[in-house]
């Protein structure tokens, strides 16, 4: 009892036991682990993963951590100076590395779209080509169609003249045709007049023939020649003549 009270009693806070300092390079290797096992890396899941150090001091550092990838994200690239040297160069790796990838990309679209544009130019000309030997054949299809209207015209023309002349020429023979049967008619006008008379005329005779009594009949009665005188007759005939 004696013996205890004689030791020296230790100062306040020394008997608590402290949790081992942490740098936050630490800090930010376990944040980027929890965050590649696929998990949200917050002060807890990063005190989990460490095993060790003081709550506060991790959850400071989380907050620092947040900031420097909302910069990182952003494209600030002078937020890899505040990050220890050996996550800088790490994040530089990564940043050069993507930006390989971007260039890479960008050469790959840059030839696939030069490419396309080649293949778009050539099938622009076999349009153009294609469009002009159409443009040909419709220029000689219409120089061709013009040579048969205008033939077609010519002949029109002509037939339309002979039509003319056909229908000119059938006027007259009508009128002619029209000219003879009205003499035909004038003449048959004549005939009939003329028959009627003649009938008339003898209708009038047989009534009167009718009418008037018979004559009586006249005997008359030729002298007779002598023999002799008719024969000195028939042989001067021939001498007269």
């Known amino acids: 009892m004696i013996g205890r009270m004689s030791e020296p009693s230790p100062s306040y806070g020394s008997t608590r036991e402290r949790s081992p300092t942490v740098s936050y390079s630490e800090i930010e290797r376990a944040a980027?682990?929890?965050?590649a096992e696929g998990h949200r890396p917050t002060a807890k899941a990063v005190l989990q993963h460490l095993g060790r150090g003081s709550p506060n001091h991790i959850a400071e550092c989380m907050q620092r951590f947040w900031k420097d990838q909302a910069a990182l994200n952003a494209g600030d690239l002078l937020a890899l100076s505040r990050l220890p040297p050996e996550l800088a160069d790490a994040a530089v790796m990564q940043w050069e590395h993507a930006l390989r990838l971007s260039q890479q990309t960008a050469r790959y679209e840059d030839n696939q779209a030069r490419a396309q544009l080649e293949q778009l130019r050539r099938d622009a000309d076999v349009r153009v080509r294609s469009v002009e030997l159409r443009e040909k054949e419709w220029d000689m299809a219409a120089r061709v169609r013009e040579r048969a209207l205008t033939d077609s015209r010519e002949q029109v023309s002509l037939l339309m003249k002979e039509l003319a002349l056909d229908r000119a020429e059938l006027r007259a023979r009508a009128a002619r045709i029209a000219e003879v049967e009205m003499q035909i008619e004038a003449y048959r006008d004549q005939l009939k007049t003329v028959i009627t008379?003649?009938?008339?005329?003898?209708?009038?005779?047989?009534?009167?023939?009718r009418r008037t009594p018979p004559l009586p009949a006249v005997a008359t009665k030729r002298k007779a020649l002598p023999k002799k005188h008719m024969k000195s007759k028939t042989s001067r005939r021939p001498n007269q003549g």
């Open 197 to 209: 008379r003649a009938v008339t005329i003898n209708q009038r005779v047989r009534s009167a023939a």
């Open 32 to 35: 980027r682990a929890v965050m």
